[in-house]
């Protein structure tokens, strides 16, 4: 949980920073940092939850649901583009969109399966 928490934070982060008018002052590369940890939540997710991880969304309380769907809206407006910082950060935009989607959406069969006892 803290692992996917934190790549969406550092996704937000990166986001907010493709707003500013000097633009990152980091490598853009850096938005990748959160793709790779992707893997291991994805992995240990899917091992865990198996066939029942719609029934573990199904555990999530709505006071984290909601804030979570809407953060996965976020992302996901992020990740095609409907939504872009600076011209030229596009590209960044669009993969933090996907990781924050990805880490929203296995964070919160995370959470489900915690409270089903999976």
């Known amino acids: 949980m803290a692992l996917a928490i934190g790549a969406v934070l550092w996704c937000a982060f990166v986001i907010v920073t493709t707003f500013l008018p000097g633009g990152p002052s980091w490598p853009p590369t850096a938005v990748y940092l959160p793709g790779f940890l992707v893997l291991p939540v994805v992995l240990y997710t899917l091992f865990r939850a198996r066939s029942s991880a719609l ?64």
């Open 55 to 118: 029934l573990c969304l199904a555990h999530v309380p709505n006071s984290v649901m909601i804030p979570g769907a809407a953060i996965a809206l976020g992302g996901w407006l992020f990740s095609f583009g409907a939504i872009a910082g600076k011209p030229g950060t596009e590209t960044v935009c669009a993969v933090a969109g996907l990781v924050i989607v990805l880490h929203v959406a296995f964070g919160l069969i995370g959470i489900g399966m915690v409270r089903s006892g999976r």
